[in-house]
């Protein structure tokens, strides 16, 4: 069994436990999903790119946190959909790389 | 190597093959992430929760891709922060749980 | 002058005063916008639709402020951009109801 | 009546005559408002912030109507919930007036 099929074994053994399932619709693992995500954001918003390449040791430990709330919400409502993240992820790659194609390098001679 | 380390490779071949490097700061992917996060999120805006749990295989099928597109930006985001997202959720696991310790079971006899 | 345009002039003294020019990047103050939106999210993302119209007073009064946080970073980003929130939100109306047309009402006889 | 009850007027209208009200739940406006957002900072999420400060007038149109989704969405919560926008957004600034105070100016000799 992969990593994110146990993640998402713990999780779902997690809510059942604290009896969560009846607030876990899809719908609000999504609206979570969303507001994890822009906590993550928050702690970029008002940094340059540059300053975002190098954040101090203490202020990565935060944002991997916040990330980790993105993952855990996106397994949980893979877990609801019965979607495969892996394969999903995998196919996208696949349209993506129709959809950009990669440049042909220089023929060399 | 496990599967998200598997997909975090491929990713970064897919954007250095397409010289993506430079958009690549961590405050774009978290603004990407955020995006790809209310995209998913989109198709659930309307829907009672009731609804949200019974998606057609079409809408599944949608809903799965964007779900892919927030693990490949958070996948991205933790090569670029050389930030291991596996051992960040199992840690976060745990300090949920201190958080939110499960109700003990009734005593039996 | 209308009242979105004082607000406006308000915020921006606020700002000036405070030198926060420099951080007030259109994209970084459509990335504080993104977080202020799912700061009010996240007050509804565990209640169902019909607990979300029957807040406390209590919440509704976080919400309400959550909800000024949003209109003050928009307001914001409108002059920055020197855009006109107000016609163009009026604008925006007439392309809705081209869009979406009102249904018929019945004919009466 | 200021220009914001105005079109908080119309856009009620607007909604009862397609009978969107059953849609309107406040949670739903809060789901709705933030895809906009982030629709909103889509437009910046590969740009740098001088880029931001600098868009074409064609940009700067899309972006102006995708800040006039927010401000219709914002209204109708607004409508929902009977808050009164510009007045908590004025109380707002106050509140942020004393968690941020304005730096004294240098004395002068």
Redesign the interface.
């Known amino acids: 069994m992969?990593?994110?099929a146990l993640?998402a074994q713990?999780?779902q053994r997690?809510a059942d436990?604290?009896?969560w399932g009846p607030?876990h619709?899809?719908?609000?693992l999504?609206?979570?999903?969303?507001?994890?995500?822009?906590?993550?954001?928050?702690?970029?918003?008002?940094?340059?790119?540059?300053?975002?390449?190098a954040?101090s040791p203490e202020k990565?430990a935060e944002?991997?946190?916040e990330?980790?709330?993105?993952?855990?919400y996106?397994?949980q409502?893979?877990t609801?959909?019965d979607?495969d993240?892996?394969a999903?992820?995998?196919?996208?790659?696949r349209l993506?790389?129709l959809k950009?194609p990669?440049?042909t390098p220089p023929a060399q001679g």
């Open positions: 992969n990593e994110l993640l713990a999780l997690f436990e604290r009896q607030f619709a899809p719908k609000n999504a609206c979570a999903l969303s507001v994890e995500a822009a906590e993550l954001l928050e702690h970029f918003q008002w940094l340059t790119e540059a300053q975002s390449c954040l990565k944002v991997a946190h990330m980790a709330d993105v993952l855990l996106l397994v409502l893979a609801q959909l979607v993240l892996l999903t992820a995998r196919e996208k790659m993506n790389a950009y990669a440049p």
